[in-house]
């Protein structure tokens, strides 16, 4: 069952010549789930999503700065040209609302489908998603406008019984039901068999943490406690320690820190200021590694399965 | 001289794996005129169009649809990040006013610079833009909504004056200011030497037409007869004409017939829709070809030198 993430664009407001503003596409079992939309999100989604649109169904935005937006009104034009019908589900700080009206008063003529937009509070966490699989948590960001990231959990996995067992018990349908909601055994000769030796759980649930723009902030760790996949901006190498401070953004050691508090199983880094052409990206990595060595580098385009 | 165009973007509305939606830059002497502004113009700018950012003053905007317009929002907020503080100006439909205010009300925080919007009627065509070597003149369209093309035209370039005859007729200052002006000379024998024998002009004046979107519609031709460049939208190949007439586009014919009775000099055709794959395109260049066999197809990146 799939759990990964596309990366669309690493880089942060300004252009650079090969790497688009944020955007990232979360592919849960074959529905997916768009996460901030810089400019050009639909160019980079044909070119390296390989996503049905058809499945594109909720897009979440972190805050309401361009590079994290923009690409926003092209995507929802395309839609409507696809013939789109479903509804489509944003979830982003409430003056969202009026960005969308003003843009569908005059870009809005062929809308075949419905905006669902989920006002959300970037202050508090909370749960803003939830289906048969996973739930979608905000994390309260440090930037200059309100802002929060997503934490993505896949639930717990429901029970599933042995075969061997069902053979070697002679299990009627009843008994099944009762082991699979993690009671126990009683064989017909009053033999008590525990649960545990009877259920497994077919995967482990996986995780996955967009933090994205943010200053150093500690509290993040705790929300993302144990995360299989932090993504965690870098917009600066430690040397612009203050500029990142200034301008509410991290460097590479400071998503590091996060990543070790928080005990995350791997960390990637993204956001990158256009100063730093992509043949110097490997030196974030160099940065962060000396305080968190599972670190990996944002490339648009780039797939990374979460485990 | 320089008087090129750059195509950075050749697609209509929905994303083609490599092709971006409608921008142009027209370089006239390093100074670059921005024509339409589909999503992606600033990485395209980035990646194809060498533009100091600092000469891009200037940005034409033929009609409000979503794929000539949505690249905007990202290049207004990079030239206030670059710092910019000279004005920008915006040739377009009035509804770009609101259009606007709606924009920099969310996103206008640290705008630099001022916007200046010339508000067009694309109706009626009119010079509206003018400096010391060229004019921007509308050009009238048919789309579905309001929508005009733009003629770069070079002025005539003033006279200059043969070296040799300066020497051979010994002339003085206020002699050659009367000549440049277009007067003959009288010798101080009373020889009449005619204008034309002493002076030339350096080059001759050339044109670019855009002319995108439009449905067939044969008094273009008027407005771009004798266009050094046409570019003519071409939506579609010649099968789908009823299609193209439908929704207010062209085919590659219907374009060729306009280059033909303009007696343009080239043809560029360009917008083409999302259903031709890249290496079909070829198939327009065919088809016009039987009309007016002057014919280019236009691909992003590609300069074209415009004499």
């Known amino acids: 069952m799939t759990f990964s993430l596309t990366v669309l664009g690493s880089n942060s407001a300004l252009p650079a010549k090969d790497r688009f503003a944020t955007a990232h596409v979360l592919n849960v079992r074959e529905r997916y789930f768009l996460i901030d939309c810089g400019e050009g999100v639909q160019m980079q989604l044909k070119r390296f999503g390989n996503v049905k649109y058809s499945k594109l169904d909720n897009l979440f935005i972190s ?13 929802l034009s395309s839609l409507a040209l696809m013939g789109r019908t479903a509804d489509f589900n944003i979830y982003a700080h409430k003056n969202m609302g009026e960005i969308l009206d003003s843009h569908l008063k005059y870009f809005g003529e062929n809308m075949s489908y419905k905006i669902v937009l989920h006002a959300i509070d970037p202050d508090a966490p909370k749960i803003i998603y939830e289906d048969y699989c996973m739930t979608v948590k905000t994390i309260p960001l440090k930037h200059r ?14 029970l599933n019984i042995y075969k061997e067992a069902i053979k070697k018990y002679g299990l009627s349908v009843a008994d099944i039901t009762s082991i699979k909601s993690g009671n126990a055994h009683t064989t017909a000769a009053g033999e008590v068999i525990p649960n545990e030796k009877l259920t497994y759980r077919p995967y482990k649930p996986r995780s996955y943490a967009f933090c994205s723009d943010t200053m150093y902030c500690e509290e993040i760790a ?14 600066f190498l430690e040397n612009l320690k203050q500029m990142a401070h200034r301008t509410g953004h991290s460097t590479s050691v400071d998503a590091a ?12 880094l993204g956001h990158f200021s256009s100063r730093y052409s992509s043949n110097m990206l490997y030196l974030f990595k ?4 000396t305080v968190f060595p599972n670190t ?12």
Chains 1, 2 share one sequence.
């Open 63 to 75: 805050h309401l700065h361009g590079d994290h937006v923009f690409g926003l009104f092209g995507l």
């Open 145 to 158: 406008i309100p802002a929060c990231g997503f934490l993505f959990k896949e639930k717990t996995a429901p």
């Open 222 to 235: 705790e929300h993302v406690a144990g995360v299989n996949l932090l993504y965690h901006e870098a917009t």
């Open 257 to 268: 820190k996060i990543a070790k508090l928080a005990q995350a199983k791997r960390l990637l």
């Open 286 to 289: 160099e940065e962060a590694k």
């Open 296 to 307: 990996e580098i944002a490339i648009d385009g780039q797939n990374y399965d979460i485990f």
